[in-house]
């Protein structure tokens, strides 16, 4: 088991900067690929961005893409997503989550097999 838990979020007026952390307990963190998702009032939890176990390989959505960034730090067990220049449509819960396998998809909801309670970020124009 994995135990997850985002923090980090708040309101931010849209242009400004939020970093999001998510700290890991349970089984070895550093096997892990990461993932950042979101979930928007009333609508389906989106992918956002993945990191492999190493930190070697980085994917993003299209709509973060340049403007956010994720990161690890295994010996911390911890998980970061820095966003900038953020817009009114980045408001959502973000949530982390961890693979407990290589085999699945980094890039969909399925793909996952823990999830952290979730962060509200909410930007304001």
């Known amino acids: 088991q994995v135990q997850l838990v985002e923090s980090g979020g708040g309101l931010v007026q849209a242009g400004g900067s939020l970093r999001l952390s998510c700290v890991a307990s349970?089984?070895?963190?550093?096997?892990?690929?990461m993932g950042w998702f979101r979930q928007a009032l009333g609508k389906e939890r989106d992918f956002v961005a993945a990191?492999?176990?190493?930190?070697?390989?980085?994917y993003y959505a299209n709509s973060v893409k340049g403007r956010f960034t994720i990161s690890r730090d295994n010996a911390k067990n911890m998980l970061y997503l820095q966003m900038n220049s953020l817009k009114p449509e980045d408001t959502a819960v973000y949530y982390c989550?961890?693979?407990?396998?290589?085999?699945?998809?980094?890039?969909?909801?399925?793909?996952?097999?823990?999830w952290g309670q979730g962060t509200q970020v909410t930007v304001s124009s």
């Open positions: 989550a961890a693979q407990s396998t290589p085999y699945g998809s980094c890039y969909v909801v399925a793909g996952y097999d823990y």
């Open positions: 349970g089984r070895t963190f550093s096997r892990y690929t």
């Open positions: 990191i492999s176990w190493s930190g070697g390989n980085t």
